[in-house]
């Protein structure tokens, strides 16, 4: 991995109390790159990727993990090198081994194969996904249709949908919503995948509303901070970007959906990388402004070296802007801080 970005960073925010001198958005520099803040590792990711580094500490290699652990390719690839075996199913772990489940959450079933091929289960799931499941499975028990928006196939869905599989129905977008079929109108609630757009999650639920006046709405934001935040600081600079590099994984969720704000927003055009070198030299031809973000699985690593390749085509003048500041952490899951604790003879 390369060297951090040690070029010149300006500090931009869009908040008018707090908006340095000097920093101007309206008048381009030559070059110019304007950094989305926040961008990249979200805490529900730092504490996935901590638990897999933990685990090997405490366990020893190989760890178990069921699934990416988070969407991101450079990530899967870092933990692969310490020691950790990634496989689709529990069927694949040896009996009595250990086994990380990833941040995006497990149906309960999982959790029986588990107990029932005696592994050392972890779960890394992100407490804002565990939210969302528990939501799943009051309204269940209270008997009512659950209309779950998010993208067919996606394994947190795929989690929360078998939390109670006989009162879900997936609704994937706004053309979704003429398949909905509820049996009482008046007990019918909504809730989302965490990282969805957050403008076309509510151009669904806008839609369902029409067909359903009494859709009741899920207790708190379903869509997490981290994709909100990581959205609008894309929607802060986009109209300002003739090209927007978001740095992440096709499969990555979040990441995608920046793409596509960033091009709802006004940037003229949007890709999204793994790397730095899939960079394409003709997004950058006559482009003076270019907008660079990460999505929430991603290091800051790979940032820095877009950064320091975008500075070797010319583009050095770097403005951070910042629309939000993040202080959430979560505690590591308690069954490996107990175990943790354990060994350190606590
Ligand atoms: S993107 Fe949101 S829900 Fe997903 S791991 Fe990060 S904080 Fe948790």
């Given at each position: 991995m390369g060297g951090a970005y040690d070029g010149p960073v300006t500090e931009a925010s869009r908040n008018p109390a707090s908006e340095p001198s000097?920093?101007?958005?309206?008048?381009?520099?030559?070059?110019r790159v304007l950094l989305a803040r926040p961008?990249?590792?979200?805490a529900g990711v730092d504490r996935a990727v901590i638990t897999v580094e933990e685990a090997l500490k405490l366990y020893g290699a190989p760890v178990y993990v069921r699934?990416?652990?988070?969407?991101?390719k450079h990530v899967v690839a870092t933990l692969e090198a310490k020691g950790a075996i990634f496989v689709?199913?529990?069927?694949?772990v040896p009996a009595g081994a250990t086994v990380v489940f990833s941040a995006h959450g497990v149906a309960p079933e999982v959790h029986e194969q588990a107990r029932q091929r005696r592994l050392r289960a972890i779960d890394a799931t992100c407490p804002l996904v565990t939210k969302v499941h528990h939501e799943a499975r009051r309204f269940a028990a209270d008997d009512y249709d659950i209309l779950l928006i998010g993208h067919e196939g996606h394994e947190e869905v795929i989690g929360t949908a078998g939390e109670a599989p006989a009162h879900i129905q997936l609704v994937?977008?706004?053309?979704?919503?003429?398949k909905v079929n509820v049996?009482?109108?008046?007990k019918v609630v909504w809730l989302s995948q965490t990282t969805l757009s957050v403008d076309e999650t509510m151009e669904t639920v806008a839609r369902l509303k029409e067909r359903l006046p009494l859709l009741q709405s899920p207790?708190?934001?379903?869509?997490c901070y981290a994709t909100q935040n990581r959205q609008q600081a894309v929607k802060e600079i986009a109209a300002d970007c003739d090209v927007m590099i978001v740095v992440g994984s096709r499969n990555s969720s979040n990441s995608v959906r920046l793409v596509e704000v960033a091009l709802d927003a006004g940037s003229r055009a949007s890709h999204l990388v793994d790397?730095?070198?899939?960079?394409?030299d003709a997004w950058l031809d006559g482009a003076t402004s270019v907008g660079l973000t990460s999505g929430a699985?991603?290091?800051?690593d790979l940032v820095s070296e877009v950064l320091d390749h975008l500075a070797a085509r010319g583009f050095t003048d770097v403005t951070e802007v910042t629309s939000a500041t993040e202080k959430l952490t979560f505690a590591l899951p308690q069954e490996l801080r107990r175990d943790m604790k354990a060994a350190a003879g606590g």
């Open positions: 000097g920093a101007s958005l309206s008048a381009p520099a030559a070059k961008r990249g590792y979200c699934k990416q652990i988070v969407h991101n689709e199913e529990n069927a694949e994937d977008g706004p053309d979704d919503v003429d049996r009482d109108p008046e207790p708190s934001d379903d869509i790397y730095a070198h899939e960079i394409e699985s991603v290091p800051e």
